[in-house]
T-cell receptor
Framework: AQSVAQPEDQVNVAEGNPLTVKCTYS??????LFWYVQYPNRGLQFLLK??????LVKGSYGFEAEFNKSQTSFHLKKPSALVSDSALYFC???????????????FGKGTKLSVKP | AAGVIQSPRHLIKEKRETATLKCYPI?????VYWYQQGPGQDPQFLIS???????DKGSIPDRFSAQQFSDYHSELNMSSLELGDSALYFC????????????FGPGTRLTVT
């Protein structure tokens, strides 16, 4: 079965410092990986994805993620955190077990990012 | 840019009642997904439609059903509501040939009392 794991329930960072939110995956075959952010009482916003190609993926709001096949990781990073980045971050993998091209997303448990001034 | 629209945004129902949630995907998107997010939980996949045909089912209770209409909007019908159905229900849409990312609506918060 395909899955993603986010080992940290919460990450605390000071504003201006770099941030990393960790994600590891377990899939059969090539992974399709995504990061989403959720603000309180809001929907999930797409940040970035890895399908194929360069291991360093750049996304919205200055976020990037590095795909590491040997470590089966897809960590989310940002060089300089903002207070407004404080939110819940979900890593997700596309479920390809369906066998077709319309795979739903399987989410990690989420990591709460808190950026303090 | 147009986003996914969901209605209503909030819904309060009593146990054993029925509820209907609506979703209007981004124009020209060909796939719609429904997810349920319980308090403090990650979103769980319920059901999806591709070009108006049901394409996959996840952990959707038999009390729930869904369909996608000719104008591509989708409805999630929930009957015999239980307290445990209280959750955020998200609809997402995607255009498969452009990269698989799903765009989520703001969600419907269902409270069952």
């Amino acid at each position: 079965a395909q899955s993603v794991a986010q080992p940290e329930d919460q990450v605390n960072v000071a504003e201006g410092n770099p941030l990393t939110v960790k994600c590891t995956y377990s899939v059969s075959g090539n992974p399709y990986l995504f990061w989403y952010v959720q603000y309180p009482n809001r929907g999930l916003q797409f940040l970035l994805k890895y399908i194929t190609g360069d291991n360093l993926v750049k996304g919205s709001y200055g976020f990037e993620a590095e795909f590491n096949k040997s470590q089966t990781s897809f960590h989310l990073k940002k060089p300089s955190a903002l207070v407004s980045d404080s939110a819940l971050y979900f890593c997700a993998v596309r479920d390809m077990n369906y066998g077709g091209s319309q795979g739903n997303l399987i989410f990690g448990k989420g990591t709460k990012l808190s950026v303090k001034p | 840019a147009a986003g996914v629209i969901q209605s209503p945004r909030h819904l309060i129902k009593e146990k054993r009642e029925t509820a209907t949630l609506k979703c209007y995907p981004i124009p020209r998107h060909d796939t719609v997904y429904w997810y349920q997010q319980g308090p403090g939980q990650d979103p769980q996949f319920l059901i999806s439609f591709y070009e108006k045909m049901q394409s996959d089912k996840g952990s959707i209770p038999d009390r729930f059903s869904a369909q996608q209409f000719s104008d591509y909007h989708s409805e999630l019908n929930m009957s015999s509501l239980e307290l445990g159905d209280s959750a955020l229900y998200f609809c997402a849409s995607s255009l498969e040939r452009t990269g698989y990312e799903q765009y989520f609506g703001p969600g419907t918060r269902l409270t069952v009392t």
